[in-house]
């Protein structure tokens, strides 16, 4: 079974406002990444957060990491319409990579 | 840098064919991986190699196989193609397991199965 699951699975915001996304996974991990898949495409990094880390910065990208709950979640602030997507979490552990269902984001100009 | 390529792109089977996609990658990365995206899903990984010569499964590899003979290449075979298997396939490479690196892309195959 897919390892995270990402809420809410779609959210829609006028452009300007910052969207948050969270996800929660079950087992232990190595550390804990954000992808962004526009329509058709293949799937870009966005951020990468070591298990021992409980917040990532990168541009308008907020990442925080809660492991006692097991659970993530990633901001984006000031939105633009080019950040229209889905957003999916993978959680890093042993020898694979597992992602949830992710976040569809569509933000209107 | 061409980075992670797939061929074909898109590709039409009848159940019971086989085939095999193609994946390579030219930044000498020691991990790849082959995923599946359904409708409304995330990936779900197939297989995955750690190295030339070493291969295992992953969440969902029935009918399909692959080999890694080489660091660049990871072809995925599919057996005798089903109709549950008209999905978005992706290859994806990193710099080695266990490492604090990202995961690379490809552009994907689109295959349906009639």
């Known amino acids: 079974s897919q390892q995270g699951e990402e809420d809410p699975q779609a959210l829609s915001i006028q452009e300007g406002e910052n969207a948050t996304m969270n996800c929660s996974y079950k087992?232990?991990?190595?550390?804990l990444q954000w992808y962004r898949q526009n329509s058709g495409r293949g799937l870009v990094h966005l951020i990468l957060?070591?298990?021992?880390?409980r917040e990532k910065h990168s541009g308008r990208l907020r990442v925080t990491l809660d492991t006692s709950k097991k659970s993530s979640s990633l901001l984006i602030t000031a939105s633009r319409a080019a950040d229209t997507a889905s957003y999916f979490c993978?959680?890093?552990?042993?020898?694979?990579?597992?992602f949830g269902a992710g976040t569809r984001l569509t933000v209107k100009p | 840098n061409a980075g992670v390529t797939q061929t074909p792109k898109f590709q039409v089977l009848k159940t019971g064919q086989s085939m095999t996609l193609q994946c390579a990658q030219d930044?000498?990365?020691?991990?790849m991986s082959w995923y599946r995206q359904d409708p409304g899903m995330g990936l779900r990984l197939i297989h995955y190699?750690?190295?030339?010569?070493?291969?295992d499964q992953g969440e969902v590899p029935n009918g399909y196989n692959v080999s890694r003979s080489t660091t660049e290449d990871f072809p995925l075979r599919l057996l005798s193609a089903a109709p549950s298997q008209t999905s978005v396939y992706f290859c994806?490479?990193?710099?080695?397991?266990?490492?604090?690196?990202?995961?690379?892309f490809g552009p994907g195959t689109r295959l349906t199965v009639l």
């Open positions: 994806a490479s990193r710099v080695a397991v266990f490492s604090y690196n990202e995961q690379f």
């Open positions: 087992t232990s991990i190595n550390n």
């Open positions: 957060i070591r298990s021992n880390e």
């Open positions: 993978a959680t890093d552990y042993s020898n694979d990579m597992r």
């Open positions: 930044m000498n990365h020691e991990y």
């Open positions: 190699s750690v190295g030339a010569g070493i291969t």
